[in-house]
C-alpha cells in the first residue's frame, strides 16, 4: 500500500466517524432546562429575595424522600405555612418531574405521597410563604 492509499483510507474513515458522531448527536434529547426560562430570568430579583429569606432563617428546612415513595418536609424554624410548592427536578428527562402543593398547615411536619421515583439525582426546589414573607430552598437529592 502507497502512501496515496494510506491517505484516502486515513480520509474515508475519518469522514466515517464524524458521520456516526453526528448521527449519535443528533438522536439525543435536547430539551431546555425549563420551558419557561425566559419568564423565570425576569423573575430574577424576586428569587433572589426569596433566597435571602431562606439564609436569614436560623433553623433551615429539611426535605427528605422516604423509601422512594413519601416526601417529607420538616420546617423546624417557621410557626404556620400559608401556601407553598415543591418541584421535584429530574435533570436527565422532564418526564420524571413531580410538582406538589404545600398545604396551609401549622404542623412542623408534612409528608406528601410521591409517584415511584427512579435511582438518580433530583433536585428539590421548595417555595413558601409564612408571615407574608417568601422564601426559596434548593437541594439535591441522590436516590
Do not use: C
Not at 85 to 99: A, I, N, T, Y
Not at 110 to 132: I, N, S
Request: without cysteine; hydrophobic residues 45%; glycine residues 4%.
Amino acid at each position: 500500500m502507497n502512501w496515496g492509499k494510506g491517505i484516502v483510507v486515513a480520509f474515508i474513515l475519518f469522514a466515517a466517524f464524524l458521520a456516526v458522531m453526528i448521527t449519535i448527536m443528533m438522536k439525543q434529547d435536547i430539551g431546555l432546562v425549563s420551558k419557561n426560562y425566559y419568564a423565570e430570568d425576569l423573575a430574577f430579583q424576586e428569587q433572589f429575595e426569596r433566597k435571602q429569606n431562606t439564609e436569614q432563617l436560623e433553623f433551615k428546612p429539611e426535605i427528605t424522600i422516604e423509601q422512594k415513595q413519601y416526601l417529607k418536609v420538616y420546617f423546624p424554624s417557621v410557626s404556620f405555612v400559608e401556601e407553598g410548592e415543591v418541584k421535584l427536578f429530574r435533570p436527565s428527562s422532564d418526564k420524571l418531574d413531580q410538582q406538589i402543593r404545600l398545604h396551609a398547615s401549622a404542623d412542623s411536619v408534612q409528608v406528601f405521597p410521591l409517584q415511584p421515583l427512579e435511582h438518580g439525582a433530583y433536585r428539590v426546589k421548595m417555595k413558601w410563604t409564612t408571615e407574608g414573607k417568601e422564601y426559596y430552598l434548593e437541594k439535591v437529592i441522590f436516590i
